[in-house]
């Protein structure tokens, strides 16, 4: 069955550091999401694409935060300067018609 | 703003032991419930979607139910491989591909 596939499935980063999470959407859908959760919290939502734009984002998904679909494969969630509170798990999403099916995610800890 | 409340928020059960795990929710118009399975470490992994009251799902040991206020998620003679966090989670009627609103969970412990 295709899935959500997530890269790296942990990554440890210092404040003030960029990442990039990386993402490969199941190949037929076209809508795109992130949503985070950090521990023991509600699953949140980041933001959502489709058509090569953002269609909606949260108040979490403030200037440090950008998305980008560099090919027809992937979908990346870049954090521009790492806080501590961004420390969480972070799950990329998709669906063709719904449901949204969700990827396992990347442990992001920053320290 | 769209809000979901699930209760309780942990629950152990013995193997066997029926119960029925809460959601109740406020939307501006729904769009669909869904509910997610949760493992350890693990992205959530969809069970079911209720589009409108009084609508029913099953699949295996597990059956959903849709008022206008609350889904139920009942749970019927469960197995020890039943044990995870089970989210609600709902879609206001903005659009296709408008977000999900999560509640926090319930985490499920079947013990044999």
């Known amino acids: 069955e295709p899935e959500v596939t997530q890269t790296p499935s942990h990554q440890v980063t210092q404040m003030g550091q960029e990442v990039i999470l990386r993402c490969v959407p199941i190949s037929n859908h076209l809508y795109f999401y992130w949503y985070r959760q950090i521990l023991g919290q509600k699953v949140e939502f980041l933001v959502s694409f489709y058509n090569n734009e953002i269609s909606e984002k949260s108040e979490i998904f403030d200037d440090q935060f950008s998305v980008e679909r560099p090919d027809g494969s992937n979908f990346t969630l870049k954090i521009r300067s790492t806080k501590l509170e961004d420390s969480a798990m972070y799950f990329c999403?998709?669906?063709?018609?719904?449901?949204?099916?969700f990827g396992n995610g990347t442990r992001l800890t920053v320290t | 703003e769209d809000q979901v409340t699930q209760s309780p928020e942990a629950l152990r059960l013995q193997e066997g032991e029926s119960s029925s795990l809460n959601c109740s929710y406020t939307?501006?118009?729904?769009?669909?419930l869904f509910w997610y399975r949760q493992d350890p470490g693990k992205g959530p992994e969809f069970l079911f979607t209720l589009y409108s009251a009084g609508e029913e799902k099953e699949k295996e040991r597990l059956k959903a139910t849709l008022t206008k206020k609350e889904s139920f998620l009942h749970i019927t003679a469960p197995k020890p491989e039943d044990s995870a966090t089970y989210l609600c989670?709902?879609?206001?009627?903005?659009?296709?591909?408008?977000?999900?609103?999560f509640g926090k969970g319930i985490t499920l412990s079947v013990r044999p």
């Open positions: 989670a709902v879609q206001g009627a903005a659009g296709a591909n408008s977000k999900l609103t």
């Open positions: 939307v501006s118009g729904l769009r669909g």
């Open positions: 999403a998709s669906h063709g018609a719904p449901p949204l099916h």
